[in-house]
């Protein structure tokens, strides 16, 4: 019996509305597919601050790093907006995302064919689109030194005569590990990596493109590979998105890139991700799952809130840090069947109205497809 070590994070919000549902998905796989579950639940953002005063207490962040994955819900809300930038909820997902050195953040554009019509581009165009993006995440432009804002005190010229500095630098060994981790993906989707940057423009992009291509020439040679520039990249994305598999690109491109390819497919509410890092003693790399939504204050504590980002996050844990790949493929598989089969939480209602089901509603409609088989 293979035993999983699980952290679960509900967070704040409609975090643990949503989770709720992703636990009844894992009690479903220990009592049917002979996987073990070892799970602990811990606070993170608002409430970790309310209970401790810090949005992530020093045992979360322990014990964070000592399992195989960490599934978090969503933190913040307008309760906290006015605290100190140093206790905010966010700052939590920051420190995992920074002790736990995870550099690869995968994004998933997968299209529900039930669901293409909620997409503002054509039909034919989306339905079947299955592609992600790999983005660097713990380097590049948002961390870069030096920044600031200085005067500018030797240019008459500047009329309001301050300067904004941010600064685009990266390594050699972190666009290598980037890379590699996107040529691994790959290997196991279309076998096909496209790499995008602004080489025509950036030294930063020159190199990335220089290291990437060396991955892909000493290690992943059968990878196909292409570069694009970014720019060119977000064209081709909204034109004919389903000409990509694979995309590696650095931090501050793929923050918009990925922004563009989930919107292509729809609801905020269907929409999972992955953060990746270094590879443990197991083999297994640190992980952290989590939907891309926030914690929709607007509908917390309504049972309104669509728990399928949260159930495919865990889809990608199965995939991802547990080898579970048959697993994830048949938990997607029974959200594609219930979805095809009408049923809707409020967030995918179309003009043409209907009855939504609610959260737990949704959660048991999975279960019953994933039993269905
Ligand atoms: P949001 O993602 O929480 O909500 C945006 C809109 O989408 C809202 O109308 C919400 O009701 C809807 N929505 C989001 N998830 C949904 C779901 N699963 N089912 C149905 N509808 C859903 O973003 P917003 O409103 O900008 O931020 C709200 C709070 O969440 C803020 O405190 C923000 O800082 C925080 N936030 C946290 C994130 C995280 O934990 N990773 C990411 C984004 C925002
Ligand atoms: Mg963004």
């Known amino acids: ?23 009844k998905v894992i ?24 209970k401790h005063g810090t949005p992530l207490a020093d045992e979360t962040m322990a014990k964070a790093q000592q399992v195989d ?20 909820p966010e700052r939590g997902l920051l420190r995992l995302r920074k002790e736990m050195d995870l550099f690869a953040n995968l994004r998933p554009a997968q299209c529900f064919n039930a669901l293409a019509d909620f ?10 689109l299955d592609i992600l993006i790999v983005r660097e995440l713990t380097s590049g432009v948002y961390f870069g030194e030096p920044r600031g804002i200085h005067p500018d005190d030797n240019n ?11 600064t685009q630098r990266y390594t050699s060994g972190e666009i290598r590990r980037v890379a590699r981790a996107a040529f691994e993906l790959a290997q196991k989707r279309g076998n096909r990596l496209c790499s995008m940057e602004k080489a025509n423009v950036m030294e930063s992009g020159i190199l990335w493109r220089e290291e990437v291509q060396w991955v892909h020439d000493n290690e992943f040679p059968e990878v196909e590979l292409s570069h694009m520039y970014a720019d060119a990249g977000a064209m081709q994305l909204t034109r004919w998105p389903k000409q990509f598999d694979v995309i590696v690109t650095d931090n501050l491109f793929g923050d918009l890139l990925s922004d563009l390819a989930a919107m292509l497919t729809g609801s ?6 992955a953060s990746l890092g270094a590879p443990m003693d197991n083999g297994r790399p640190k992980a952290l ?15 309104k809130a669509n728990p399928i980002a949260c159930i495919l996050s865990f889809a990608m844990a199965l995939r991802y840090s547990f080898g579970e790949g048959q697993a994830a493929d048949d938990l997607e598989a029974a959200v594609e069947r219930v979805l095809a089969e009408g049923v809707r939480t409020a967030d995918l209602m179309g003009p043409e109205g209907g009855t939504p089901v609610s959260t737990s509603e949704m959660g048991d409609r999975i279960i019953a497809a994933l039993s269905a088989g």
């Open 268 to 273: 905020l509410g269907m929409l999972p991700s």
């Open 69 to 88: 994955a960490v599934l978090l819900g969503a933190v913040g809300g307008p309760q906290y907006d006015n605290l100190d930038f140093s206790v905010k």
């Open 156 to 166: 008459p010229e500047n009329e309001g005569g301050r300067v904004g500095i941010n």
């Open 289 to 303: 799952y989590e939907p891309v939504h926030g914690s929709a204050p607007d509908i917390a504590g309504q049972g």
């Open 1 to 23: 019996m293979s035993d999983y070590s699980l952290l679960i994070l509900p967070g704040d919000g409609i975090g643990p509305e949503v989770m709720a549902e992703v636990r």
């Open 119 to 128: 997409s503002s581009l054509k039909r034919d165009v989306v339905s079947g």
């Open 27 to 50: 009690d479903w796989f220990q009592a049917n597919r002979g996987m073990r579950f070892t799970v602990s639940e811990d606070l993170v953002g608002g409430c970790a601050y309310d």
